[in-house]
C-alpha cells in the first residue's frame, strides 16, 4: 500500500545550523507533499507545501525540495532558532485522496 | 478565528465503556477526518468524511465509529475501548481532502485502563 517513510526521527542542531529531513513515498501517482510542525501540545499545523508540478519552493528559511523520479522530498531548513524546536511530519497525497503521513522528525535546536 | 475544537482534552476510562470525542470546524469544510499519533508511527488516520452522511474507513478503523450529520461535527465514537486504544487522537478538517490545507484540532489524549 502506499507509504512514505521519513528520516531521521530525531536530530538535533546548534542553534543557527541548518537541518534536513528527508521522506521517501511510495506511490508514483502522489502530487502533492505537505509538511506540518506540531509544537508540543497542540496539533499539527501546515508549514510549506509543495505540488508535483514544481521542483523546489522557499518560504523565508524554510525550503521543500522535491525529486519525482526518486519519489524524494525534503525539507530544509536554514539559520535554526530554539522556536524551530518541535515534531514535523512530512506527508503525500494524490488529488483528493488521504494523506498520507510520515513517521515524524523530533527537531531539537539548542542554543 | 477558524479552528478546529476537539472536546474532551485529556480522558481517562476504563475498558468497554463507551465513549465520544467531539470535532467541531467553523471554516464549512467538507473534508474531516480522524487520526491517532503513536510513537514511531506518525499519523495514521482512522475514518474520514467527504461530506454530510459520507464517511469511509481510513487506515486503522477497527474499534472506533464515526457520524457526519452535520457539516460541522464529526464525532469519534469507541463503542467498547480496549487498552490498545490509548493514544493521541486529532481531529482535522479541509477545504476537499487531501490535497488541500489539513486544519488540525488540540488533539486528545485518551487513556483506557
Known amino acids: 500500500g502506499e507509504n512514505v517513510e521519513q528520516h531521521p526521527s530525531t536530530l538535533s542542531v546548534q542553534e543557527g545550523d541548518s537541518a534536513v529531513i528527508k521522506c521517501t513515498y511510495s506511490d508514483s501517482a502522489s502530487n502533492y507533499f505537505p509538511w506540518y510542525k506540531q509544537e508540543l501540545g497542540k496539533g499539527p499545523q501546515l508549514i510549506i507545501d509543495?505540488?508535483?508540478?514544481?521542483g523546489e519552493k522557499k518560504d523565508q528559511r524554510i525550503a521543500v525540495t522535491l525529486n519525482k523520479t526518486a519519489k524524494h522530498f525534503s525539507l530544509h531548513i536554514t539559520e535554526t532558532q530554539p522556536e524551530d524546536s518541535a515534531v514535523y511530519f512530512c506527508?503525500?497525497?494524490?488529488?483528493?485522496?488521504?494523506?498520507?503521513f510520515g513517521q515524524g522528525t523530533t527537531l531539537q535546536v539548542k542554543p | 478565528e477558524a479552528q478546529v475544537t476537539q472536546n474532551p482534552r485529556y480522558l481517562i476510562t476504563v475498558t468497554g465503556k463507551k465513549l465520544t470525542v467531539t470535532c467541531s470546524q467553523n471554516m464549512n469544510h467538507e473534508y474531516m477526518s480522524w487520526y491517532r499519533q503513536d510513537p514511531g508511527l506518525g499519523l495514521r488516520q482512522i475514518y474520514y468524511?467527504?461530506?454530510?452522511?459520507?464517511?469511509d474507513k481510513g487506515d486503522v478503523p477497527e474499534g472506533y465509529k464515526v457520524s457526519r450529520k452535520e457539516k460541522r461535527n464529526f464525532p469519534l465514537i469507541l463503542e467498547s475501548p480496549s487498552p490498545n486504544q490509548t493514544s493521541l487522537y486529532f481531529c482535522?478538517?479541509?477545504?476537499?481532502?487531501?490535497?488541500?490545507?489539513?486544519?488540525f484540532g488540540q488533539g486528545t489524549r485518551l487513556t483506557v485502563v
Open positions: 509543495i505540488r508535483s508540478n514544481v
Open positions: 506527508a503525500a497525497s494524490k488529488n483528493t485522496g488521504k494523506l498520507i
Open positions: 482535522a478538517s479541509s477545504f476537499s481532502g487531501g490535497n488541500t490545507e489539513a486544519f
Open positions: 468524511s467527504m461530506n454530510v452522511e459520507v464517511t
